[in-house]
């Protein structure tokens, strides 16, 4: 599992295959940062960037209702941003490994913070990249506006068609951090635009490679992390030493 972790590459290496996130669609962002963001390199903005919205594996197109999506619809996404001279830097983000109650695509909130898995199926799997690193769940909140959501309202035809029907130059999805564990409070830090139309592809199934980014690496960085990120545990709880904080409305108005 360090190979998911630590192999920098934009490529899987010769004779590894995508067991997860096996199915999507691709198409080039660029990253539009807020004016008054805090943060630099990348995050001031980006114009050269792939992003992948992905199912953890095909779906069964006869369970069409809604009460049949869970493990039958576990949807992610994946990015890349490409930079001169070193290697590309990558984020990937999910609702939750159990799947979503819903055919729409963009109907949850995408997180780099991931729910514990709850069946025993994906427990082994959490398991299994828990020998690469003790933290499994957190790998920045990411939502889309409402005119992106409202195309996939209903469950009519197959996602990646929808998806074809996105412009260049629409903005696809917000992106939201929270720089204090203690508050709660996330702020918006810009927004992913299209600067291509999406498509599926077989490069892009079975080896386009996203790294991950290795949390224990980041905690190191920002102690104040610490408590409030989960430990892997097969029978514990997975529940963090102290909760998020509510992020109450004089933080929101910055008070």
Request: charged fraction near 20%; aromatic fraction near 12%; charge should be negative.
């Amino acid at each position: 599992m360090s190979v998911t972790l630590y192999y920098q590459s934009d490529s899987l290496p010769e004779g590894r295959k995508k067991l997860i996130h096996s199915v999507g669609v691709v198409g080039k962002v660029k990253f539009v940062a807020e004016p008054d963001t805090p943060y630099n390199g990348l995050f001031k903005g980006a114009d050269s960037a792939l992003i992948r919205f992905s199912l953890d594996k095909p779906p069964n197109y006869s369970k069409s209702e809604a009460q049949n999506t869970y493990d039958n619809f576990a949807l992610g996404l994946e990015l890349q941003f490409l930079a001169d001279g070193v290697f590309s830097a990558n984020l990937v983000a999910m609702w939750g490994v159990n799947g979503v109650d819903t055919f729409n695509f963009f109907d949850k909130k995408m997180s780099i913070h991931v729910p514990k898995a709850e069946d025993l199926q994906l427990k082994l799997g959490a398991k299994k990249f828990s020998t690469a690193t003790p933290i499994v769940q957190n790998v920045a909140h990411i939502q889309t506006p409402a005119d992106i959501k409202k195309r996939f309202t209903n469950y009519t035809r197959e996602y990646s068609q929808v998806f074809t029907e996105i412009q260049q130059g629409t903005t696809a999805l917000e992106v939201l951090a929270m720089d204090d564990p203690a508050t709660g409070c996330l702020k918006k830090l810009g927004t992913l635009i299209t600067t291509s139309e999406f498509t599926t592809s077989k490069f892009g199934d079975e080896n386009l490679f996203f790294q991950h980014q290795n949390y224990v690496n980041d905690i190191e960085l920002h102690q104040q992390w610490s408590d409030y990120s989960p430990q892997f545990s097969f029978f514990g709880s997975n529940e963090p030493k102290k909760p998020e904080g509510k992020c109450s409305f004089a933080s929101l108005l910055g008070f």
